[in-house]
């Protein structure tokens, strides 16, 4: 089983090519598997067998109950019970996908989450903000903003490099997202506010359709509020959601419908998808949403951060430099640093209430 960090893949698997044991079973628990099957089909001789794998969870959350994606990709089917026999003592919930289809959900429920929890971070350090002490930012959906932002900041900068840079379906996906912040951005700045409406709302019956409202909300406000870094005001400060109205835009555009992918959905998917329906599916806050974009600039020059870091990131990934993505992950990550052990205690317990919800 190879579990290196996806940048490192390939020469690691090209150099211990030949110690393989004659008519073994190999696999991956890498997180974007196209350039991994193909180093395994180029390097490993033909009567080697590749069931590979992956875990749609973080190291500090528990494996059971959580999707784990196997892969028949050149394997017997006494072979591939074998490999799912041994990690059945998981406990997770096995999904069966090519690597194909493993690659495009990835991305559907991954990469451009991260792209925007990276993106916070970024704007929050270049306006050398610490923002849960900060009342505008505490409380309610800006609690999952921080403590995911900073769980993200708080892992190794490949956990999320590999599966921006070397996934296909991520490098379009996370421009995608790029795009639809700008563009709402100026929508904000120009004051259209017609236009802004009728496009959020567009988005949000394509994506939360009318045959959900009947059905629960995935997070509530006893949730949200729960869990918070700083002393929750008296009074919350509206806030206009750039982010999460872009998340919206991203996924109308591309067409995605995030609950088709529930059964392979990470936790922190979860979360994301949970605060953007507590949002789009709540009309009287989705209206004083748009109302502050418009008339408000609270967060005008938060929202300006943001765009340039959301662009910055997509650069980032479509240039394919893990040098640039390290140096860009590795600046915010120093500045938040000593907040880390706190955030993650909370974060985890955060999470954890969340699947007992939403799991």
Not at 98 to 118: G, M, P
Not at 159 to 178: C, D, E, F, T
Not at 204 to 227: I, K, N, P, S, T
Not at 272 to 294: H, K, S
């Amino acid at each position: 089983m190879y579990c290196p960090g996806d940048a490192y893949k390939r020469p690691l698997i090209a150099d211990s090519v030949k110690a393989t044991k004659q008519g073994a079973i190999v696999g991956g628990q890498t997180s974007c598997k196209a350039p991994e099957i193909s180093a395994f089909e180029k390097h490993l001789p033909p009567d080697v067998e590749i069931v590979s794998c992956h875990s749609l969870h973080g190291p500090n959350v528990d494996s059971k109950g959580q999707p784990l994606v196997l892969i028949k990709h050149r394997a017997s089917q006494k072979s591939f019970d074998v490999v799912e026999t041994i990690l059945s003592c998981f406990g997770s919930k096995h999904v069966h996908l090519t690597a194909q289809k493993h690659d495009r959900i990835t991305a559907d429920t991954q990469a451009v989450t991260h792209a925007a929890f990276l993106s916070m971070g970024t704007a929050w350090h270049a306006n050398n903000q610490f923002p849960w002490e900060i009342n505008r930012y505490v409380g309610g959906i800006e609690n999952v903003k921080i403590n995911v932002t900073l769980r993200i900041y708080s892992n190794k900068w490949h956990v999320y490099a590999g599966l921006a840079i070397l996934n296909p379906s991520a490098k379009r996906q996370i421009r995608q997202y790029a795009e639809s912040v700008t563009e709402l951005f100026k929508l904000m700045l120009g004051g259209h506010r017609e236009e802004l409406e009728t496009r959020i709302k567009t988005a949000g019956q394509a994506v939360f359709a009318a045959e959900r409202g009947d059905e629960d909300l995935l997070l509530q406000d006893e949730v949200l509020d729960r869990f918070s870094l700083g002393k929750v005001p008296k009074e919350r400060t509206p806030n206009n959601h750039l982010s999460l109205l872009a998340m919206v835009d991203c996924w109308w555009k591309l067409g995605i419908v995030p609950y088709d992918h529930m059964i392979c959905s990470t936790p922190l998917f979860r979360l994301w998808l949970g605060v953007t329906e507590y949002l789009f599916r709540n009309p009287l806050l989705l209206d004083e949403v748009i109302n502050t974009a418009i008339e408000d600039n609270t967060f005008r020059s938060d929202d300006l951060e943001f765009t340039f870091a959301a662009r910055g990131w997509s650069d980032t990934v479509s240039f394919g430099s893990f040098a640039s993505y390290r140096d860009r992950f590795e600046a915010t990550q120093a500045y938040f640093a000593p907040r880390f052990p706190e955030a993650t205690r909370v974060g985890n317990e955060m999470i954890r209430v969340i699947l007992e919800k939403t799991g």
